[in-house]
């Protein structure tokens, strides 16, 4: 495999777990196989010599760009960072400092707060890029979420993680709304706060780490996605798409997911996933998926090669990397 970017340093402020943050480690992985040299800070995890050295995340950092030199410091939302301390870091080193959000609309008060410091600020949504660009953020860019094929690939689940029908996330009154008319079709619902919901017997656990997560989805006949949403039209107040989006195309699943407006960057409606504008079109859907082997098995491959070509963490790392170092380049799908 060719490594565009050989040699490249980069210094990558993010958090590090097995569950809410499993995601940076894949980002990680992706920019070392395109060829950087990466440093790691993680802003909540102090090595022994940091706790030695009284090292707070300011110092730990600093102490990081003497080091490693980086070319580029890489934060993932920037956290534990203000204003001040982002002011006193970049004159520690001439890197270029680059900060990816990947968060939705709702994260626009925070980002707006740190965007000028930044040389590039990478975004999820459509909508995020045109609030932040009407407030004259010139080095502003759309990037989506994406995923590992190496991690969220298909796999065959048995016991608990089977099931007709899954959807795996926190319980929202919305997404209440939705999965509630699917309990006939043999529902399975993994994530906090389910059990205090009218949904409580369908509930089969947390999902404490991320490789659970894919095993849930795995086990699925049919994937449903209901994305988070302030409003009970999340086509108009949300555009952007969640990672889940990506991930369960990649693990290989006939996916089911309620309308955003970024959807058709990304995916088609009926070739690769199922899209729907309401909770009784999300029954009607999947019943379709559910009674017909063929049609649903063709979602699921046309979606798993679409992630595979466009929609992972190399492509997403080598899509960064090329806007902040100018050097073009393109990455084949993975496999």
């Known amino acids: 495999m060719t490594q565009p970017f050989?040699?490249?340093?980069?210094?990558l402020i993010a958090r590090f777990d097995d569950a809410f943050n499993a995601h940076n480690a894949l980002r990680r992985r992706?920019?070392?196989r395109l060829g950087c040299a990466v440093t790691v800070v993680d802003p909540h995890e102090r090595g022994l010599l940091d706790r030695l050295r009284r090292l707070d995340l300011e110092g730990r950092i600093a102490l990081?760009?003497?080091q490693a030199n980086p070319e580029i410091v890489l934060t993932i939302r920037g956290e534990g960072l203000g204003r001040e301390q982002i002011r006193a870091l970049r004159k520690e080193s001439g890197a270029r400092w680059v900060n990816w959000f990947p968060d939705d609309?709702?994260?626009l008060g925070l980002i707006q707060q740190v965007a000028?410091?930044?040389d590039r600020v990478f975004v999820t949504g459509s909508d995020l890029v045109a609030a932040l660009q009407a407030g004259r953020h010139d080095g502003v860019r759309y990037l989506p979420l994406g995923c590992d094929p190496s991690f969220h690939r298909p796999m065959r689940s048995r016991g608990p993680f089977r099931a007709n029908v899954v959807f795996a996330g926190t319980a929202t009154p919305r997404r209440e709304e939705f999965l509630s008319l699917l309990v006939e079709f043999g529902l399975a619902l993994w994530g906090p706060g389910w059990r205090k919901t009218t949904l409580k017997d369908y509930c089969r656990g947390?999902?404490?780490v991320a490789e659970d997560y894919v095993r849930a989805y795995a086990g699925a006949t049919v994937a449903v996605n209901i994305h988070q949403s302030l409003d009970s039209d999340p086509a108009r107040d949300i555009r952007s798409c969640n990672a889940r989006l990506f991930e369960v195309a990649a693990i290989g699943i006939c996916q089911v997911v309620d309308a955003r407006a970024d959807l058709g960057r990304h995916f088609e409606d009926n070739a690769e996933i199922l899209v729907c504008q309401n909770p009784g079109e999300l029954k009607g859907l999947v019943k379709r998926a559910l009674e017909n082997n063929p049609y649903r098995e063709r979602l699921a491959a046309n979606a798993r090669h679409r992630a595979l070509r466009e929609h992972?963490?190399?492509h997403r790392m080598a899509e960064l990397l090329s806007s902040v170092s100018g050097k073009q380049t393109a990455v084949s799908g993975e496999r």
Not at 6 to 11: N, S
Request: charge should be neutral; aromatic fraction near 8%.
């Open 64 to 66: 990081a760009l003497r």
């Open 30 to 32: 992706a920019l070392e």
């Open 6 to 11: 050989a040699g490249t340093r980069l210094l």
């Open 206 to 208: 947390e999902l404490g």
């Open 312 to 314: 992972t963490y190399m």
């Open 116 to 118: 000028d410091l930044y």
């Open 105 to 107: 609309i709702r994260a």
